[in-house]
């Protein structure tokens, strides 16, 4: 069966260390997309690909970057880590935006 | 621009009461998407429905129904005879049609069931 898996599950890290979160869907959709939520602001976009080499910033993208290299990956790299990028991470896919997504088991990442 | 707006922060009801959640989104689009996920507490985001703007005719799944009026830019969401099981947070979404955007949330509204 098709999934969407992201790891790791739960990550704590050190102030100002690069942290990657991995992103991994066999559905073989072109749309994938990054979200975290936080208590009170609910699901915010950080980032998104339409395709292989496609990236786009959403509203909340600072400090963040992705890379598109094949159609099945988008890693998330937290370039240096801060408190305030605490929260729950959501990857995403979709083969279009009215179809609705396809959500990972998201990433709790604590930077300490 | 698109906005997705769930005025109810969080609703408890007690177990059997009926419960409706609100979602009122806003979109200059005449053809769109409308979606409700659920978060239950073991934190994974689960699809419910998917609504398209041409078709305005109410749908009942189960003990679940959703209630489309374009005329207040609604598409709000009832429980009947709630349970414990519904207790989650409720995401109301939006997606206009070309998919060339992504998908819009509201901020959730909290569903607690006590019994």
């Known amino acids: 069966d098709a999934e969407i898996t992201q790891s790791p599950r739960h990550k704590i890290t050190e102030t100002g260390r690069q942290v990657t979160l991995a992103c991994h869907q066999t559905?073989?959709?072109?749309?994938m997309f990054w979200y975290r939520q936080d208590l009170g602001h609910g699901l915010r976009l950080i980032h998104y690909s339409y395709g292989v080499q496609d990236t786009n910033k959403g509203e909340v993208s600072d400090g963040y970057s992705v890379s598109r290299s094949n159609t099945e990956d988008l890693p998330l790299t937290l370039e240096s880590a801060a408190s305030s990028q605490t929260s729950v991470y959501f990857c995403?896919?979709?083969?279009?935006?009215?179809?609705?997504?396809?959500f990972g088991s998201g990433t709790r990442l604590t930077v300490v | 621009a698109q906005k997705v707006t769930q005025a109810q922060t969080e609703i408890s009801v007690v177990e059997k009461e009926d419960v409706t959640l609100d979602c009122v989104y806003e979109?200059?689009?005449?053809?769109?998407?409308l979606f409700w996920y659920k978060q239950p507490p073991s934190g994974e985001l689960v699809f419910l429905i998917r609504?398209?703007?041409?078709?305005?005719q109410n749908e009942i799944s189960g003990r679940y129904s959703w209630n489309f009026q374009k005329s207040t830019s609604s598409f709000n969401f009832t429980i009947t005879a709630s349970q414990v099981v519904d207790s989650a947070v409720y995401f109301c979404a939006l997606s206009e049609a070309t998919g060339n955007t992504p998908l819009v949330f509201g901020k959730g509204t909290r569903l607690s069931v006590i019994a």
């Open positions: 559905w073989n959709h072109n749309n």
């Open positions: 609504r398209n703007s041409f078709d305005e």
């Open positions: 995403a896919s979709s083969e279009q935006g009215r179809y609705g997504y396809t």
């Open positions: 979109t200059r689009d005449t053809t769109y998407y």
